[in-house]
T-cell receptor
Framework: AQSVAQPEDQVNVAEGNPLTVKCTYS??????LFWYVQYPNRGLQFLLK??????LVKGSYGFEAEFNKSQTSFHLKKPSALVSDSALYFC??????????????FGTGTKLQVIP | ETGVTQTPRHLVMGMTNKKSLKCEQH?????MYWYKQSAKKPLELMFV???????ENNSVPSRFSPECPNSSHLFLHLHTLQPEDSALYLC??????????????FGDGTRLSIL
């Protein structure tokens, strides 16, 4: 079985400060990991993914995420937050070693509020 | 523009009505998905199609009936819905689900309200 946890319902950060949105996962094998963002009245948009290789993954809009296998985490980060980054962020996981039509499991989402 | 288009964007219907949600993707993908997003609840996967074949039905009530006539189009037929079915219904597409490292591309959803 696979699962993903986003421990914070909401994260508040001042504009210009670094931001972190936390995600931990559980899979029986190795993970494929994803981050998505959802703006109001829109669908989810893909930000970045970890498949293999470098633990630090860079994505859209200046976001990056660090894969930490020992801590089973994949936290989303940005060095300097913008007010326009305010949105709902979803982490997702799929077990790399599962075959066939294994679905992706999404977290419950974290609302990011960037304060001017 | 995500390449996945959902219509209508908003739908209000009575419990006895029959309506359909439509999703179309222009990305050449072979997998399509229906999700339900309710306030303060996790994203719920409803149905998955790979190469036009339904590969997942996540215990969805029979009042929701999906249809996938080809890899580019996905419908969700609705009948005799309940007030708790009010939610945002999201369609997504991706490479075939066996290609597990590919992200899903989402439409902007249909906001459904049941009176």
């Amino acid at each position: 079985a696979q699962s993903v946890a986003q421990p914070e319902d909401q994260v508040n950060v001042a504009e210009g400060n670094p931001l972190t949105v936390k995600c931990t996962y559980s899979v029986s094998g190795n993970p494929y990991l994803f981050w998505y963002v959802q703006y109001p009245n829109r669908g989810l948009q893909f930000l970045l993914k970890y498949i293999t290789g470098d633990n630090l993954v860079k994505g859209s809009y200046g976001f990056e995420a660090e894969f930490n296998k020992s801590q089973t985490s994949f936290h989303l980060k940005k060095p300097s937050a913008l007010v326009s980054d305010s949105a709902l962020y979803f982490c997702a996981v799929r077990d790399m070693n599962s075959g066939g039509y294994q679905k992706v499991t999404f977290g419950t989402g974290t609302k990011l509020q960037v304060i001017p | 523009e995500t390449g996945v288009t959902q219509t209508p964007r908003h739908l209000v219907m009575g419990m006895t009505n029959k309506k359909s949600l439509k999703c179309e993707q222009h990305l050449g993908h072979n997998a399509m998905y229906w999700y339900k997003q309710s306030a303060k609840k996790p994203l719920e996967l409803m149905f998955v199609y790979n190469f036009k074949e339904q590969t997942e039905n996540n215990s969805v009530p029979s009042r929701f009936s999906p249809e996938c006539p080809n890899s580019s189009h996905l419908f969700l037929h609705l009948h005799t819905l309940q007030p708790e079915d009010s939610a945002l219904y999201l369609c997504a597409s991706s490479q075939a689900q066996g290609e597990g490292n590919q992200p899903q591309h989402f439409g902007d959803g249909t906001r459904l309200s049941i009176l």
